[in-house]
């Protein structure tokens, strides 16, 4: 028992050591001037999506159920985040910025309760199709939602001549435009740290108690149930802190731009922060670290190269099927047991998800 | 006379969901897959037949066959490629393969055929008009409606009837047990692919008659409004995705009518999450409690 404990602890320092180097190789090349701008862009949208795929694994790859709205929680931190900043006009950009991330994660968490208080309690792929529908919800009604500021407070109203405002007043969020003439409060250290927060509570989470039963209740509900771990509270509590730290990262990602709409947030976004986490390793928060970092970067570097623009999408895909036949197949699974080989780096990770269903053997 | 016309407008629409639900339903009794890729089928179906009358100029209903021929080949290619293989594993997996099949299809289309949108030639034109002018009705929405009916008779009737009816009830109810009594699992659940899929080609063709624009993302909101249909009526029911699409094609043409055009999709989830806090079983499921 001890062994494995500080096992799991050394695997965690790993993943800070990971991120802090990370962050201090890239703050030495900027500091040389040897980052290109292209790349210097990216490092904020790369921390919001890797904070996303360490969130979206704590539902998928710890809970063992599919959500595919998690950018809907973005959406919710990113325009709550956009007006509690826009609302603290006179105060400094620093506590601009914690208290804007601080109202994002507590919109996410409010949302996820919503969405995981009805659904969770049922069985099969519903989360899955209401996750989506919850998505498609808050992108529909961002759309035709009207935010004003001014001295008495906030005005929200879906006519579309919006608000009337006092003297002073400014317009946040003009229907279908989106959030405009956001203050780019983001920066890369901000990143780097809601990144290192967010492995805080991942980690902790994981390798407590209430993480053990979240990861009971994957391997075997029925039996997890029949030992008296309490199944809604415990999936509601893995899915609302998931949700918590995607509207974080959501309100991040928003003030990193002057202006968002709300498409932004789609399905595809959605999608492709799934395939980070299926790519990474179900269940591996360093394999979402990696992919999440490596498939943004990657193709944004490789833009000059028309091909690959264009099927990037469809090169997911066929990745995406791909990894899921090989990871599934009998013979090889049968193959990796009798000979008890534990394939190093993503693929040793990846067999966590056929794990689930042989309630967690080998652990 | 609008209240009126918007019912009939939400049966078309509805016909058009049923029969995409349809798909949907069948495929998750049997096989109790959610199968993602069943949205971009229909889109894959539309394309050809914008492809065949459009640039070959082939008549309506031999366009209409080729669509149904190749989505059922596409069906039964997905399900052989991707799903077989996955019929042990656990269901976040295949779900994951099926969110990629999905993907596959709307991005190979993407390259293939471009992603701009396409003006889709309706099979059938004109309206019909009734009350004095007052009320009109489209042709391809009767076409919805007629296929619709036929399609949901001949189902009920294949699955009553027929042996490969009974043999996909058999599978949906217990596939061991089906097994031991002889049946081909596995060629049952290709062919419940291949009825799904050339469904979808009807029904995407006769959706982008009745909203004639085309693009590769085409297929994927009406698939999963017609899984809501599916979710709606009971899955893995007949009756109740006949009942859930027709309900939902109302409920959304009502909320584009009458609240905003922009939340019609939001109204429409929206009736998904309090179905399923309400009746998870569907309005015709019926609840089977789960054996240890």
């Given at each position: 028992?001890?062994?494995?404990?500080?096992?799991?602890?050394?695997?965690?320092?790993?993943?800070?050591?990971?991120?802090?180097?990370?962050?201090?190789?890239?703050?030495?090349?900027?500091?040389?001037?040897?980052?290109?701008?292209?790349?210097?862009?990216?490092?904020?949208?790369?921390?919001?999506?890797?904070?996303?795929?360490?969130?979206?694994?704590?539902?998928?790859?710890?809970?063992?159920?599919?959500?595919?709205?998690?950018?809907?929680?973005?959406?919710?931190?990113?325009?709550?985040?956009?007006?509690?900043?826009?609302?603290?006009?006179?105060?400094?950009?620093?506590?601009?910025?914690?208290?804007?991330?601080?109202?994002?994660?507590?919109?996410?968490?409010?949302?996820?309760?919503?969405?995981?208080?009805?659904?969770?309690?049922?069985?099969?792929?519903?989360?899955?199709?209401?996750?989506?529908?919850?998505?498609?919800?808050?992108?529909?009604?961002?759309?035709?939602?009207?935010?004003?500021?001014?001295?008495?407070?906030?005005?929200?109203?879906?006519?579309?001549?919006?608000?009337?405002?006092?003297?002073?007043?400014?317009?946040?969020?003009?229907?279908?435009?989106?959030?405009?003439?956001?203050?780019?409060?983001?920066?890369?250290?901000?990143?780097?740290?809601?990144?290192?927060?967010?492995?805080?509570?991942?980690?902790?989470?994981?390798?407590?108690?209430?993480?053990?039963?979240?990861?009971?209740?994957?391997?075997?509900?029925?039996?997890?149930?029949?030992?008296?771990?309490?199944?809604?509270?415990?999936?509601?509590?893995?899915?609302?802190?998931?949700?918590?730290?995607?509207?974080?990262?959501?309100?991040?990602?928003?003030?990193?731009?002057?202006?968002?709409?709300?498409s932004k947030f789609g399905f595809n976004t959605s999608i492709l922060i799934l395939v980070f986490v299926v790519l990474g390793g179900l269940g591996s928060i360093r394999g979402s670290i990696i992919s999440a970092a490596l498939l943004?970067?990657?193709?944004?570097?490789?833009?000059?190269?028309?091909?690959?623009?264009?099927?990037?999408?469809?090169?997911?895909?066929?990745?995406?099927?791909?990894?899921?036949?090989?990871?599934?197949?009998?013979?090889?699974?049968?193959?990796?047991?009798?000979?008890?080989?534990?394939?190093?780096?993503?693929?040793?990770?990846?067999?966590?998800?056929?794990?689930?269903?042989?309630?967690?053997?080998?652990? | 006379?609008?209240?009126?016309?918007?019912?009939?407008?939400?049966?078309?629409?509805?016909?058009?969901?049923?029969?995409?639900?349809?798909?949907?339903?069948?495929?998750?009794?049997?096989?109790?897959?959610?199968?993602?890729?069943?949205?971009?089928?229909?889109?894959?179906?539309?394309?050809?037949?914008?492809?065949?009358?459009?640039?070959?100029?082939?008549?309506?209903?031999?366009?209409?066959?080729?669509?149904?021929?190749?989505?059922?080949?596409?069906?039964?290619?997905?399900?052989?490629?991707?799903?077989?293989?996955?019929?042990?594993?656990?269901?976040?997996?295949?779900?994951?393969?099926?969110?990629?099949?999905?993907?596959?299809?709307?991005?190979?289309?993407?390259?293939?055929?471009?992603?701009?949108?396409?003006?889709?030639?309706?099979?059938?034109?004109?309206?019909?008009?009734?009350?004095?002018?007052?009320?009109?009705?489209?042709?391809?929405?009767?076409?919805?409606?007629?296929?619709?009916?036929?399609?949901?008779?001949?189902?009920?009737?294949?699955?009553?009837?027929?042996?490969?009816?009974?043999?996909?009830?058999?599978?949906?109810?217990?596939?061991?047990?089906?097994?031991?009594?002889?049946?081909?699992?596995?060629?049952?659940?290709?062919?419940?692919?291949?009825?799904?899929?050339?469904?979808?080609?009807?029904?995407?063709?006769?959706?982008?008659?009745?909203?004639?624009?085309?693009?590769?993302?085409?297929?994927?909101?009406?698939?999963?409004?017609?899984?809501?249909?599916?979710?709606?009526?009971?899955?893995?029911?007949?009756?109740?995705?006949?009942?859930?699409?027709?309900?939902l094609g109302i409920i959304e043409t009502f909320a584009k009518a009458y609240i905003s055009t922009d939340l019609s999709d939001a109204v429409v989830f929206a009736v998904l999450i309090i179905v399923l806090l309400v009746k998870p079983?569907?309005?015709?499921?019926?609840?089977?409690?789960?054996?240890?």
């Open positions: 028992m001890k062994r494995t404990l500080s096992k799991t602890s050394i695997n965690g320092f790993i993943n800070y050591g990971i991120v802090i180097a990370a962050f201090l190789i890239l703050q030495l090349l900027m500091a040389q001037g040897m980052i290109s701008n292209t790349l210097k862009s990216l490092l904020v949208p790369v921390c919001c999506y890797i904070v996303m795929a360490i969130s979206l694994n704590l539902t998928v790859g710890i809970l063992g159920e599919l959500s595919l709205g998690h950018a809907g929680f973005m959406s919710l931190g990113a325009f709550s985040g956009i007006v509690a900043a826009m609302a603290m006009q006179e105060f400094s950009p620093v506590p601009r910025l914690i208290a804007a991330i601080l109202v994002g994660s507590i919109a996410g968490a409010l949302g996820g309760v919503l969405v995981g208080v009805p659904v969770l309690r049922l069985q099969g792929d519903y989360l899955a199709i209401v996750t989506l529908a919850f998505g498609e919800i808050i992108r529909n009604i961002i759309v035709v939602l009207y935010v004003g500021l001014d001295q008495k407070g906030i005005h929200i109203t879906t006519n579309s001549a919006g608000p009337a405002l006092e003297e002073g007043g400014i317009m946040v969020i003009k229907g279908p435009m989106g959030a405009v003439g956001v203050p780019k409060l983001a920066s890369f250290t901000a990143g780097f740290v809601l990144i290192l927060i967010t492995l805080f509570v991942v980690q902790n989470l994981v390798n407590s108690r209430a993480g053990r039963a979240i990861m009971a209740l994957r391997d075997n509900r029925i039996a997890a149930e029949s030992v008296g771990i309490h199944v809604t509270k415990y999936k509601l509590m893995a899915f609302v802190i998931s949700a918590a730290l995607a509207g974080a990262a959501g309100a991040l990602f928003g003030l990193n731009y002057s202006s968002t709409v709300s943004y970067i990657l193709p944004e570097m490789l833009r000059g190269f028309e091909f690959i623009t264009k099927a990037r999408m469809l090169i997911y895909a066929v990745i995406l099927i791909a990894v899921m036949l090989t990871i599934n197949n009998p013979a090889l699974k049968s193959l990796l047991e009798e000979r008890d080989l534990s394939l190093g780096g993503l693929l040793g990770k990846l067999k966590n998800g056929g794990r689930a269903k042989k309630g967690g053997a080998g652990q | 006379m609008s209240f009126l016309s918007n019912i009939l407008t939400g049966v078309s629409l509805g016909s058009i969901y049923a029969i995409i639900a349809l798909g949907y339903t069948m495929v998750y009794g049997i096989a109790k897959m959610l199968n993602f890729a069943h949205g971009d089928v229909i889109m894959v179906g539309a394309f050809m037949c914008f492809f065949a009358t459009g640039r070959y100029g082939l008549p309506p209903l031999v366009s209409v066959l080729l669509a149904v021929v190749v989505c059922t080949a596409l069906g039964i290619l997905i399900e052989g490629l991707a799903y077989k293989p996955l019929r042990e594993a656990p269901s976040l997996a295949v779900l994951i393969t099926a969110i990629g099949v999905s993907y596959l299809l709307q991005n190979g289309a993407q390259l293939l055929w471009g992603a701009d949108t396409k003006t889709f030639t309706p099979i059938v034109s004109g309206s019909l008009s009734l009350v004095e002018g007052r009320l009109n009705i489209s042709y391809v929405s009767l076409l919805a409606m007629a296929c619709c009916l036929v399609v949901m008779v001949c189902l009920t009737l294949f699955t009553s009837r027929t042996r490969m009816g009974k043999a996909m009830r058999a599978c949906s109810e217990d596939k061991g047990a089906a097994q031991l009594m002889g049946i081909n699992v596995n060629s049952t659940i290709s062919m419940t692919f291949a009825i799904g899929s050339a469904l979808a080609a009807v029904a995407g063709v006769l959706m982008c008659s009745a909203y004639p624009v085309l693009s590769p993302t085409t297929g994927s909101l009406p698939g999963i409004r017609a899984f809501t249909a599916a979710v709606f009526g009971g899955i893995g029911s007949i009756p109740g995705a006949f009942l859930g699409g027709i309900l079983a569907g309005l015709l499921g019926k609840y089977v409690p789960e054996k240890v």
